[in-house]
Structures are given as structure tokens and as C-alpha cells.
């Protein structure tokens, strides 16, 4: 079964704005991970939180992550078009263990 | 980031024949290869986790005489489908990881399966 559990399910914004989406999980983790695909590619690695960190930028992208509350938020800031893809939170209980991933976001970004 | 190759990148095949689907890692030694499932629009379904010069590690409900992995080098990871069925038809994607790193896995491009 699926560690983790995003919502929204799918997200349709204007370039420009901003894109959130959250992630649940129900067990003690390690670390937590956000992945982009886009239709039919594989899974590009974005950024990884680890436990004890409870923020993380990288370029346009923030990560929070709330242990205590079993929840991590991806945001996308200043959406641009090809930001269209499927955000993917993965989880791992320990490091070495094997990731866990959610049920992903569509994020369509419309020109 | 790493490399992580697969070939095919899409394949159609008869109900009843096997294919092989090779993922290897370009620019790094992968102890540990993980294969994934992807149904249209859903996520990533781990099948089964494979060490180099060990048999691989099967999730639960994924029968192992149909999905054969061999991870026989520390660059190369093979999943065949064996007596395809219509049902297999979906994305496979695999990832590896290094002996150095407990926490980036690298994925591959996946391989679009297609079983009439």
C-alpha cells in the first residue's frame, strides 16, 4: 500500500501562479522526497527533507515539512508552462530502506 | 545527477511471448536496482528490489515466475515478463542506487509495455 497520500489529486493554475500541493503519510520517516514526470518520461528528483529539517528551497521550489502532523507541502512559485507534470512524494522509513510513493498531483500550468 | 538507462523505451508484444527490459546505470556502480510499476495516471508500485549477485526481493502480490529480475552486474538490472498477458500492459520504470548513498536513487526513463 502507498505511504503517502497528495491532494489535490490534479491542479490547474496560470502561468504565473503559484502551485501548492501537500502530501500525508502515516509512519515515521527517514526522509521525504518530491519527484516531477513528465507524461510517459521517468522521475526526475526535485528536492529531499530530511526528518529533522523543516524547510528546503531549491530555485522556484519550497518544501515544508511537518513530522508531527505526518505532512509535507511542495510549492511551485512563479509557475511557468513547463512545470505541467506529475509531483510525486516518496517517502523512507530509514535511510537505505525502500522510498514509498504517493498517489502523485497533475499539475497542468496554462500559457 | 547519475545516469539511469532502459531499453527498450517502448515495446508491443503477442499475449504469450516474453520480454526482456534492460536498465543499467551509465556513470555509476548500482548495488541496488528497484523495479516500479506505473498504471495511466496513478503512481509508482514498487515490484521488487534487486542486489547485485543476489535474487531480487518480490513486494507482496508480485509473483516472481512471472516477473524475472537478474541484477548480475553492478550496472545492469533485466526484468522479463514472462508469458505476457494483456494485463502486464503498463509502464515500467527502474531506479538504482549506489553503494555510497543510502538516499538518491536514480530512475530510469521507463519502458512502455504494450501486450495485444
Known amino acids: 500500500s502507498q505511504q503517502g497520500e497528495e491532494d489535490p489529486q490534479a491542479l490547474s493554475i496560470q502561468e504565473g501562479e503559484n502551485a501548492t500541493m501537500n502530501c500525508s503519510y502515516k509512519?515515521?520517516?527517514?526522509?521525504l522526497q518530491w519527484y516531477r514526470q513528465n507524461s510517459g518520461r521517468g522521475l526526475v528528483h526535485l528536492i529531499l527533507i530530511r526528518s529533522n529539517e523543516r524547510e528546503k528551497h531549491s530555485g522556484r521550489l519550497r518544501v515544508t515539512l511537518d513530522t508531527s502532523k505526518k505532512s509535507s507541502s511542495l510549492l511551485i512559485t512563479a509557475s511557468r508552462a513547463a512545470d505541467t507534470a506529475s509531483y510525486f512524494c516518496a517517502t523512507r522509513k530509514a535511510a537505505g530502506n525502500k522510498l514509498t510513493f504517493g498517489g502523485g498531483t497533475r499539475v497542468l500550468v496554462k500559457p | 545527477g547519475a545516469v539511469v538507462s532502459q531499453h527498450p523505451s517502448r515495446v508491443i508484444c503477442k499475449s504469450g511471448t516474453s520480454v526482456k527490459i534492460e536498465c543499467r546505470s551509465l556513470?555509476?556502480?548500482?548495488?541496488?536496482m528497484f523495479w516500479y510499476r506505473q498504471f495511466p495516471k496513478k503512481s509508482l508500485m514498487l515490484m521488487a528490489t534487486s542486489n547485485e549477485g543476489s535474487k531480487a526481493t518480490y513486494e507482496q502480490g508480485v509473483e516472481k515466475d512471472k516477473f524475472l529480475i537478474n541484477h548480475a552486474s553492478l550496472t545492469l538490472s533485466t526484468l522479463t515478463v514472462t508469458s505476457a498477458h494483456p494485463e502486464d500492459s503498463s509502464f515500467y520504470i527502474c531506479?538504482?542506487?549506489?553503494?555510497?548513498?543510502?538516499?538518491?536513487?536514480?530512475f530510469g526513463p521507463g519502458t512502455r509495455l504494450t501486450v495485444l
Open positions: 556513470d555509476f556502480q548500482a548495488t541496488t
Open positions: 531506479s538504482a542506487r549506489d553503494g555510497t548513498s543510502y538516499n538518491e536513487q536514480f
Open positions: 509512519t515515521s520517516i527517514n526522509n
